[in-house]
């Protein structure tokens, strides 16, 4: 199984970034999709996921409005465009996958996204 975020980097404040994660090893159309940060000195805190069966999505109210989260079952790949970055969205972004049926709960690596000017 294997979780590979990539797009993380550096922004202004006001900026965007796309983060995407490839997903394979499982059955990524089966399975919720989550974004979850951790920011230095602090606990990881969920930002948002996306439903395996109907597509829907829920997002923290600190992110939403600004960030969308999408997957591509075809592609096995989850994406999150971060629009109107503040720099308090600075943290480590994972992607993490989760079986509806409980138990499988996979993580990727993590991707640094800093907004700094």
């Known amino acids: 199984v294997q979780l590979v975020e990539s797009g993380g980097g550096m922004v202004q404040p006001g900026g965007s970034l796309r983060l995407s994660c490839a997903a394979s090893g499982f059955t990524f159309s089966s399975y919720h999709m989550y974004w979850v940060r951790q920011a230095p000195g602090k606990e990881r805190e969920f930002v948002a996921w996306?439903?395996?069966?109907?597509?829907?999505?829920t997002y923290a109210d600190s992110v939403k409005g600004r960030f969308t989260i999408s997957r591509d079952n075809a592609k096995n790949t989850v994406y999150f465009q971060m629009n109107s970055l503040k720099p308090e969205d600075t943290a480590v972004y994972y992607c993490?996958?989760?079986?509806?049926?409980?138990?499988?709960?996979?993580w990727g690596q993590g991707t640094q996204v800093t907004v700094s000017s």
């Open positions: 993490n996958a989760r079986s509806p049926l409980g138990g499988a709960n996979y």
């Open positions: 996306i439903n395996w069966d109907n597509g829907s999505t």
